[in-house]
């Protein structure tokens, strides 16, 4: 795999990096806070239910209230700034996907970790934002995926069930 060097700007890394990747998120676009309409589908199967079986998840530095390990302090006050560009602080302690795969998945590619995973706390597994689909489909169009044959057999099977969300072999990232 080559490594290319492009620059800080998130503009210039999403014009570069969704040319080779798919799922970069545009960072001009305006993310909806609400998440998942209670109007979408796929296959006729509503994605805004929640699992309200998953107990919390809480990311250990943010319950040992080490604010410190990621973030600047101001006045001795912790702040929003991180203390290292966010790939570089997430790879700092989790494993490094880009290195792993020969395709690696937009959001992974872009150093944006945070597109699908919280880091402090969440109501889901792994600190994910959204379960299932609904995670999934707050990039990918659910009608562009349904296009897809195998997709309309499948139903409401989880997309991670036959893809890798960090990456693959191909632009599939098929497990």
């Known amino acids: 795999m080559i490594t290319l060097i492009i620059g800080c700007s998130p503009k210039s890394n999403y014009k570069l990096l969704s040319t080779m990747f798919d799922g970069v998120p545009d960072p001009n676009k305006v993310e909806s806070t609400t998440g ?5 589908s796929l296959n006729g199967q509503s994605l805004s239910k929640k699992n309200t079986s998953v107990s919390k998840v809480i990311h250990p530095p943010y319950k040992d209230k080490g604010c410190s390990n990621c973030h600047e302090k101001i006045d001795n006050v912790p702040s929003s700034k991180l203390i290292k560009p966010q790939l570089e602080l997430c790879y700092s302690c989790h494993e490094d996907f880009s290195k792993k795969f020969t395709w690696v998945h937009g959001p992974v590619a872009a150093g944006s970790c945070t597109k699908c ?6 109501d889901f597994k792994k600190l994910l934002l959204k379960e299932g689909q609904a995670l999934c489909f707050t990039c990918h169009d659910s009608k562009d995926v349904i296009k897809n044959e195998v997709h309309k057999e499948i139903g409401q099977t989880n997309c991670t069930e036959c893809h890798n969300p960090h990456g693959g072999s191909d632009k599939t990232i098929l497990r």
Do not use: F, I, N
């Open 117 to 122: 995973h919280s880091p402090h706390a969440s």
């Open 36 to 40: 998942v309409k209670s109007s979408d």
